[in-house]
């Protein structure tokens, strides 16, 4: 069964930091872009970071660049990523995916090849 178990939500307040982790497994790690988006309800998907093992790509939202940094250990096929300086507007359910093109990420309505649960995050003002 493919498994992506996203953990390290919980509640900051603003400028704190956290750390996201999303162990995989069930599939080939190695031959998909690995990512994070986010959702609240009535809004449409963000996708907020990929990162390719292919070519080394990474990709950001305009709204976290110079903010969070997005990495993969594909000894332990895991990828994590590290928010700093959080904002309220950073609250939502971070989702780990996986998936063979990185244009599900940046695009919009196209379904992953694989997600998990989600974390919450809740950044308080």
């Known amino acids: 069964d493919v498994q992506l178990q996203a953990s390290g939500g919980g509640l900051v307040q603003t400028g704190g930091s956290l750390r996201l982790s999303c162990a995989a497994s069930?599939?080939?790690?190695?031959?998909?872009?690995m990512g994070w988006f986010r959702q609240d309800p009535d809004k449409e998907r963000e996708g907020v970071s990929y990162i390719s093992i292919t070519d080394g790509s990474t990709y950001y939202a305009d709204s976290v660049k110079g903010r969070f940094t997005i990495s993969r250990d594909n000894a332990k096929n895991t990828v994590y990523l590290q928010m700093n300086n959080l904002r309220p507007e950073d609250t939502s359910v971070y989702v780990c995916?996986?998936?063979?093109?990185?244009?599900?990420?940046?695009?919009?309505?196209?379904?992953?090849?694989?997600r998990g649960q989600g974390t919450l995050v809740t950044v308080s003002s």
């Open positions: 069930g599939f080939p790690f190695n031959d998909y872009v």
């Open positions: 995916a996986a998936d063979r093109s990185p244009l599900t990420f940046t695009a919009r309505g196209f379904p992953y090849d694989y």
